[in-house]
């Protein structure tokens, strides 16, 4: 049994939109029915196109979007019935850094403010403690002292995403969600981000939830991976077992769509036809049937339930390869 | 006069910007060449100067931006040399270009298929009600619906389905080369998948050359001929795409083809140290050099020229600046 750190059950998120007043009321159906469970000291990718609801559910579970429904249990205790004094004790284990540094970080906060702010909430300590901390985790991340006493606009796209994560460490976090991390960061800068996120994971024996479209960055990062459409979780499993058989047919064809920087690998065209249907009104049965090369009446009509297609490799689907 | 590439062949050219900063010297001598039919990948990171060689080409280089220097030869025609009018009549008919935000590159306020006739209007030189029959060849030919699409207004399409306006547009005259500047980077994989063999297939069937600037090396791998690797509005290696990603020669495409991760690979991605320079104060001589893992003395005082060093590889790195040998172009 794996120690489980992060246990989401059932979690449903929908936002309301406005049509007319007489029609009958609508929901986007970002989250639908999700349930997953993270192991301690890992990375788990979430992976989707956008609209998927990958960062709705990111958000869900830190509750910075109220879920409608659901159950989800961190180290235990179930967050979302948490008031006062023990969810601020929560909201302190858990983390999270945005993907776009630019919009992140107070532009007229100096660097020691955006980091040292959590600490002041969170901590009984003096100003010298809080200065000490700072000049450590900037160590940490690697940057030097004298950053402390810039702002934002000083920095390039790859030293802003190490300040937003300094921020989230000095806390001493158990776990942080890493939201599309190193999508606005140009290649070269994104592998020393990378690198980093995964030498502070071991030393500080962090938990992340790490959301991206990126299959390639899945491979190099995770270690177990949940595949949403459409609000839901369409597969899941260990990264070596999704990534080397998968089982359902849209990460399959995700997979075929990913481009490989290699002339030499020539592979078959498969495409995925059509487009991400609508949340608010999602295809009958299930989600992908009508983008499904294998689809037929049952798809159409009976949506499948996630199950246990081989042990531990979940699929959300009737026939799945 | 010997052009390097039979269909555009760009020389020596710079543009620079003129900001309260000071003057950012976008690109300093970009050498560029393609032959007809050809796919050629720009790629490199942000500030490298892609975008703007693309611009400059086109001739759309607005204030406070200013082209200074060099040649653009596109088929037989020296496009600096043009008059406005002239150009004006290359601009859009023998050469189009298609845009990375595809909802923006579209008129939020007219029908689809309007914008699409306004462009074979032009060419065709006729009303733009008489251009509806062909309009709806093109919608078709990009996998469009015409009855649903013509009429309608782009906030009514999806990214993808923009895309494929844009393609249509852009191919709509029939040109000779279609610059596509990072037309996938703001579309979904699966969507991505879907317009690069739409373009692909269109290329083939039309006979255009295609320019395809992109940052990601996946796209160029999986798209181009030759590539055409740029670093600090330089041109700093130019190879077929095999060659390129086999026996990559510049340092900063070695080291740029060692960052990008792949599904497959687990070891450890080695980033290149430093960051990309700032182009009002750039380094001096090779603009890599203080990132440069093989930096000599020479790197810090000379630029280094783009050299031919084996058959159709040209670098510009003084590796291997004693095996080359000058390609001469004035």
């Known amino acids: 049994m794996p120690d489980t750190l992060i246990k989401i059950e059932n979690l449903k998120t929908y936002f309301p939109v406005k049509k007319s007043i007489f029609s009958k009321k609508l929901f986007v159906r970002a989250v639908d029915d999700v349930t997953m469970e993270i192991p301690r000291g890992s990375t788990f990718a979430v992976v989707g196109e956008s609209g998927s609801g990958k960062t709705t559910l990111a958000r869900s579970v830190l509750r910075l979007i109220e879920p409608t429904s659901g159950k989800i249990f961190f180290d235990g205790s179930e967050i979302l019935k948490l008031k006062g004094k023990d969810l601020l004790d929560v909201r302190r284990k858990m983390q999270i850094v945005f993907q776009d540094p630019y919009n992140s970080l107070h532009p007229r906060k100096l660097i020691k403010n955006i980091i040292g702010e959590g600490m002041k909430i969170h901590f009984k300590i003096t100003e010298s403690e809080i200065k000490d901390k700072i000049s450590a985790v900037l160590k940490e991340v690697g940057l030097r002292d ?50 980093m996120l995964k030498d502070i994971r071991s030393q500080e024996g962090l938990t992340y939830m790490f959301i991206t479209h990126n299959l390639s960055l899945v491979d190099y990062i995770a270690d177990r991976v949940a595949v949403m459409y459409v609000g839901e979780v369409v597969e899941m499993g260990e990264k070596n077992t999704v990534f080397n058989h998968p089982s359902h047919p849209y990460t399959d064809l995700l997979m075929a769509s990913n481009p490989i920087p290699d002339p030499k690998f020539q592979r078959e065209k498969r495409l995925l036809k059509g487009e991400i249907p609508s949340s608010i009104n999602p295809p009958s049965g299930c989600r992908f049937h009508n983008r499904c090369p294998h689809a037929d009446q049952k798809c159409a009509s009976q949506a499948p339930e996630l199950s246990e297609h081989k042990p531990g490799h979940f699929v959300r689907c009737h026939y799945p390869l | 006069m010997e052009l390097r590439g039979k269909l555009l062949d760009v020389s020596g050219l710079k543009v620079s910007f003129y900001t309260y900063r000071g003057v950012i010297k976008a690109l300093d001598g970009v050498e560029l060449w393609m032959d007809s039919g050809e ?8 500030g490298c100067g892609k975008s703007v060689t693309s611009l400059a080409v086109m001739r759309l280089i607005e204030q406070p931006g200013e082209i200074q220097a060099g040649k653009v030869i596109f088929n037989g025609k020296s496009l600096l040399e043009l008059s406005e009018e002239e150009m004006n009549g290359v601009r859009g008919i023998e050469m189009s270009m298609i845009f990375q935000e595809p909802r923006s590159s ?44 013509m009429n309608s207004y782009p906030h009514e399409l999806s990214g993808g389905m923009s895309q494929r306006v844009m393609i249509g547009m852009g191919l709509a ?28 297939e269109l290329a083939r069937k039309m006979g255009n050359a295609v320019m395809l600037i992109t940052h990601d090396m996946g796209v160029v791998a999986e798209f181009c001929d030759k590539v055409m690797v740029m670093y600090a509005g330089n041109s700093v290696e130019y190879a077929s795409t095999f ?20 599904v497959g690979r687990t070891d450890e991605l080695k980033a290149i140290k430093g960051t990309v320079p700032d182009l009002v104060d750039p380094p001096s001589g090779c603009r890599f050099h203080p990132r440069c893992p093989r930096v000599m003395e020479i790197c810090k ?14 670098v510009a790195c003084y590796l291997y600046g004693n095996k080359g040998e000058v390609k001469e172009n004035a």
Do not use: C, W
């Open chain 2, 173 to 200: 005259t029939h040109p000779k080369l279609l610059i596509a500047d990072e037309p996938t980077s703001a579309l979904d994989v699966t969507i991505q998948a879907q317009i690069l063999e739409l373009l692909d």
């Open chain 2, 243 to 262: 060659e390129l990603f086999e026996r990559p020669l510049h340092p900063y495409t070695g080291g740029l083809l060692l960052a990008v991760p792949r």
């Open chain 1, 146 to 195: 004298e950053h402390m006493f810039r702002y934002p606009h000083e920095f390039s796209g790859g030293q802003r995403q190490r300040i937003a994560f300094a921020r989230a460490i000095v806390l001493k976090p158990k776990f942080i969600v890493l939201d599309e991390p190193t999508s606005a960061l140009d290649v070269s800068v994104q592998a020393m981000v990378l690198k």
């Open chain 2, 39 to 46: 796919r050629l990948g720009v790629v490199g990171e942000t």
């Open chain 2, 106 to 149: 579209l008129n939020p306020v007219m029908k689809v298929g309007y914008q699409i006739g306004e462009a074979i209007a032009k060419s065709k030189k006729m009303p733009i009600k008489k251009t509806y029959p062909e309009v709806r060849e093109i919608l078709k030919l990009v996998g469009l619906d015409p009855e649903r699409v």
């Open chain 2, 301 to 314: 005082e000379n630029r280094p020229p783009l050299l031919q060093v084996e058959p159709g590889h040209f």
